[in-house]
């Protein structure tokens, strides 16, 4: 199941389906212009790279980001934007896009007041949250979803032993961890949240 699911590195995401979506693409090998949409959860280096969003969008693309980047909009020329609301909503392309407010709770790295976000995505009858650089919040720990992809190297980002916590509560059919190993936590941390994460709820290690 979710084989449309694939993490290309760190927090760079690609769901294909009836449309392909990349959230945070980042260190992209190959330019693919494929992307129908371009999901950008904040502008820190490792999730919004210019660079790497032109490898994958097309002429049609849509790239959807938070309010705060608004003025982001001149920088990525002639590709079609939207921007929402950290807890918002939006359609692009015919996909249904709700906003999660992703933000630490005692790290000065990602406030709640900076606007960044996280994305739901519902498309073929499958329900998918990228958390996007956040720790467990009020906000999140309650979201239904098939698929969750969430972040567990620590220091930015809720660790491992956070995770785990966030996805036994919110108990998705499927649990991907992203955000480590590279810039942040040791490539060993997929194999500790995964014998965190309750038997039911199956754990896809990808980095």
Not at 79 to 108: Q, W
Not at 109 to 125: P, S, W
Not at 188 to 203: C, Q, W, Y
Request: with cysteine.
């Amino acid at each position: 199941m979710f084989e449309e699911v694939q993490v290309l590195t760190h927090s760079s995401i690609k769901i294909t389906g009836k449309k392909t979506i990349y959230f945070d693409p980042f260190e992209v090998r190959e330019e693919s212009h494929d992307a129908d949409l371009i999901l950008i959860t904040h502008d820190h280096y490792d999730h919004y790279s210019l660079e790497d969003i032109k490898k994958v969008a097309d002429t049609d693309t849509w790239i959807i980001m938070p309010e705060s980047m608004n003025g982001y909009k001149d920088k990525v020329g002639d590709i079609k934007c939207k921007f929402i609301h950290p807890d918002g909503s939006t359609e692009a392309k015919e996909i249904m896009i709700n906003a999660v407010p992703a933000y630490n709770r005692l790290k000065p790295f990602h406030t709640r007041e900076k606007g960044y976000a996280g994305y739901v995505v519902a498309m073929d009858d499958t329900r998918y949250y990228v958390a996007g650089d956040t720790d467990m919040t009020p906000e999140n720990q309650d979201i239904k979803c098939d698929v969750a992809l969430v972040p567990i190297g620590g220091k930015f980002t809720m660790d491992y032993r956070e995770a785990a916590k966030l996805i036994n509560h919110m108990l998705p059919k499927l649990a991907i961890p992203t955000h480590y190993g590279t810039v942040v936590g040791s490539p060993d941390d997929g194999k500790r949240f995964a014998e965190l994460v309750n038997s039911g709820i199956e754990v896809r290690v990808m980095i």
